[in-house]
């Protein structure tokens, strides 16, 4: 009886200890990279410039702010300058990048003309859909010595979607002979393209929390 109940003791000093360790190293993958858990030092992300595949000047500048701006604000992360100070590095491109007429809102009509000059026959304002598609990987930095170069580990791939839609116009201004819509559409497109980098910034960020 006595030796059973001194087996019973010894399994359960086992049990707790393997949980303890278990529970540990939980607490310290979580809490290094997502949340800070407990008196977990922060995990240290570098995010480089974004490649950009496409055709289109910009989108890699934009995004890139918003990725770093949105880890920035996370408990238990710190944004580095540097891939050699970093323990993680979260890296990207941007392989598409397009816009399509989603559908017209006005015709020009010859009152139209009369009040404002707009072209006759065009369509003078549209809905433009614009979108964004981007891969990202998250690597694991091992720091280097005097005898080897650090190496990264790739955690995970994805690749993330983004769209949003503006309205465009095209109006002809007949006493100077040009037309301010380029200006106006410009601004407008890179209005929803940094409303895109959030949204995309948002879901690699949660692929952050769960996938690690």
């Not at 010894?10 to 949340?35: H, I, Q």
């Not at 890699?60 to 050699?84: C, K, M, P």
């Not at 020009?108 to 009369?114: M, Y």
């Not at 650090?150 to 993330?160: A, C, E, I, M, P």
Request: aromatic share 8%.
């Amino acid at each position: 009886m006595k030796t059973t109940f001194i087996k019973r003791v010894r399994s359960a000093a086992f049990c707790f200890v393997a949980l303890s360790a278990c529970s540990c190293a939980y607490k310290l993958r979580r809490g290094s990279l997502n949340r800070g858990v407990g008196d977990v030092e922060s995990a240290r992300v570098f995010v480089p410039i974004v490649d950009n595949l496409s055709t289109e000047v910009g989108p890699e500048a934009v995004l890139t702010g918003a990725l770093r701006e949105a880890l920035s604000t996370l408990q238990g992360i710190e944004v580095v300058n540097s891939e050699s100070d970093a323990q993680f590095v979260l890296r990207g491109r941007v392989k598409e990048w397009g816009r399509r007429l989603s559908s017209p809102t006005s015709l020009s009509t010859a009152e139209a003309e009369a009040r404002g000059g707009l072209i006759r026959n065009q369509t003078t304002a549209a809905d433009i859909k614009v979108s964004m598609i981007a891969d990202f990987e998250l690597l694991e930095v091992h720091s280097s010595t005097d005898s080897a170069p650090s190496v990264s580990r790739r955690l995970w791939q994805r690749q993330f979607s983004s769209e949003g839609t503006y309205e465009a116009y095209n109006r002809f201004e007949e006493l100077s002979g040009s037309s301010s819509s380029p200006f106006i559409n410009r601004s407008r497109e890179r209005l929803q393209l940094r409303k895109m980098s959030d949204s995309m910034a948002r879901q690699i960020i949660d692929q952050v929390s769960q996938d690690f």
